[in-house]
DNA sequence: TATGAATGAGGCTTCATTCAT
DNA sequence: AATGAATGAAGCCTCATTCAT
């Protein structure tokens, strides 16, 4: 059950490997119920390993939160460093940075989980990790790369604030996974169908884009 | 805090009071600490009455919740209905609806951090509530009022959903909120400074009108 | 709900009517759920008036327990009293006792339950009420009459004790309905069949007409 | 109290051990004061470990219920173990079979007890327990062996019916020790004196041998 | 490196009962 | 004679954590 052959093969003598299988557990543990909802018996049950170990290898409960928060970002992340926009003319670059962000989002619920538990938490331990904060920061500078080019080329209007148009790429992609259980209980499945899907992440995408443009496009 | 001065007069043999006084902090707790951080304990300590009233009007912890959601929902809503846009130009009343669903969400944190929590749970105490899908089908109906108007004008394109919209709008207008413990953790308190967050809502509201705008705009 | 017309008609102004109601619920309760087991709560909600009346009557548990338990056995008593033995011999009379006590049983679980509920608490109450004693020691006049008669015809053993007599007479008829649930369970409900039940029953008159018989019968 | 020496030796990493003691403090305050007047906190203070230990081990206060009437049940079948009748003529046998019966019961109030509560819970749990039926079925068998016997020999009447002949053995042999308290109470304590007890096993088995001898001896 | 047994502290909930009218 | 609101005490149970090996 979501343990790959290769993990299942044998793991005695094989700390990290025990590491890593617990980790991914607690991810998807603290995902699903939060850190007080989480608990750590039912962490321990779903790993090879015993509960034992949790405390071994991450000292409490927080330390095991912790560890987990920012294996979520850095597998987050890892997906994102795939994507390639140096070549691409800026317009398109942004459009397809908003579109990857879209579906990135999309596929990864468990960090986006992740995150929302953090902000509940008034991202205490977020603010804490170093590595997060560095994920982060280099997640900015391919979308100031782009915008630097576009203003040079006169496509885009001058001054613009990668931070702020970051906010808003990630507002749309985030709430459309954090919010999906509120906004379908209320509105009905329908608006995360893949057609209809595709169409929130084209309106995004034009939303995006019409607030980079200059303004004599308008 | 937040007990009016009626309510503090006398309390003896007010139920109707006692239940307020105990849904205001249940709110307030539930949404700093999600439904398993909260304690039941503590929410007693800060009400004028004692924990067995709680389990006397509530039932548990979980018919309290249920009732603390409907409350901050209620709360929220009676904020927007005195909203007035029908005497506007469409895209005026537009423009209007964005700015005031941005202020009104940072008006009130703790209603969004009870939808964050809802989530978290999948949304499952919210899709029970009839209360709260009748209020939301509201709101969807002040927005496909100004949808058909614009339409009707010639000003906004021809097929415009309402709920998409509502999507759009609500995706900033919630993750400002959400987020911002994160957001702020990872680039600074900055992009909450009053300033900057005129121009996020002006820019979300820029975004919004070229949505609906006809393409012959573009 | 097992109240008759007579006492829906009205009640406001009848405390003997409200009494009457109470213990008769009480009776129920008690019988099927033991004195802790029982909820006051409970009792009060299947009552036509409040819990607070129950306090207002009966003073707490512990009184409403202990007159539900007099009220089971005047009750019962009432039944036996119909029962006319004077005008049969001695062996007829005692066949027809038997019989009598061992269908009265059936016909009155609550009865048996409220009994063994009073044994698992070392029949305190019992001893306390000298109501209760002074309907048993009625009960035993009767089986001691038609001892005397027995003997002073020749046709029962002399010396025979009337208490070792009604306790073997009540054994049979009191574990029949005591410990049906526990018989039922592991050997079947057959033995509760009514055809059955005439066979235990003319067994146990069997067993103690031999008892009572002299012993040149045997 | 009821601790063997072996028991008290040592206990830390004694499971078994700690389990057992539970069990045996569970049954003794079961069979004092029925399931709802148990008292957790009670059973674990007269215990040598702690409250947690009887949720670590057993679930819940109902687990733990369960496996004491377990343990009731298998402890008093073992004492029935030791009961050997083949060697004798049945009516012996059986003579043998209920005078034992009667002593046996005498000896195990608390397993009296027991049945006694699980009655007044109708033998919910006692249904629910294989264990429990096949002690049951086993006891059985050895009274259809001495009734098979004793009809071969045409000493007994024909078509007799072991479970009926059963339950007149245990009707008397139950009801002297689980309705005690109501007698006592009512007819004084004499009758459980010692000699009153044998002068009422007597008569028992005068009345179940009576029950199954041929009619012609009437 | 690993583990089954054990636990103190604190959580949620229920109960019989009383207060004020 | 009657009542809805209110309550302290105590109940059962769960949690993260540590001990002894």
Redesign the interface.
């Known amino acids: 059950m979501g343990t790959t052959t290769e993990e299942r093969r044998s793991w005695t003598q094989d700390p990290e490997g025990v590491k890593r299988d617990i980790l991914s557990v607690a991810v998807s543990e603290f995902a699903a119920?939060?850190?007080?909802?989480a608990r750590v018996d039912t962490i321990a049950s779903r790993t090879r390993t015993s509960k034992r170990m949790i405390y071994y290898y991450f000292g409490d409960k927080h330390g095991l939160y912790t560890r987990a928060l920012e294996a979520a970002y850095l597998k987050v992340r890892e997906g994102e460093a795939s994507l390639d926009l140096d070549h691409l003319p800026p317009a398109k670059a942004l459009a397809r940075l908003v579109a990857f962000t879209f579906e990135h989002h999309r596929e990864n619920p468990d960090f986006i989980?992740m995150?929302?538990?953090?902000?509940?938490?008034?991202?205490k331990n977020?603010?804490a990790s170093q590595v997060?904060?560095d994920l982060?920061?280099a997640a900015?500078d391919k979308l100031a790369d782009i915008c630097r080019r576009g203003e040079a080329e006169g496509l885009f209007r001058p001054g613009l604030?990668p931070?702020?148009l970051h906010?808003?790429i990630?507002?749309?992609s985030?709430?459309?996974v954090?919010?999906?259980?509120?906004?379908?209980?209320?509105?009905g499945p329908e608006?995360y169908d893949e057609k209809?899907q595709v169409?929130?992440r084209d309106?995004?995408v034009?939303?995006?884009l019409?607030?980079v443009a200059t303004s004599t496009?308008?």
């Open positions: 119920n939060g850190f007080s909802g989980r995150v929302m538990i953090e902000n509940i938490h008034n991202a977020l603010a997060i904060r982060n920061v900015i604030d931070v702020a906010w808003q990630s507002a749309a985030f709430f459309n954090s919010n999906r259980p509120s906004f379908s209980a209320i509105f608006l209809a169409c929130l309106q995004t034009e939303a995006i019409a607030i496009g308008k």
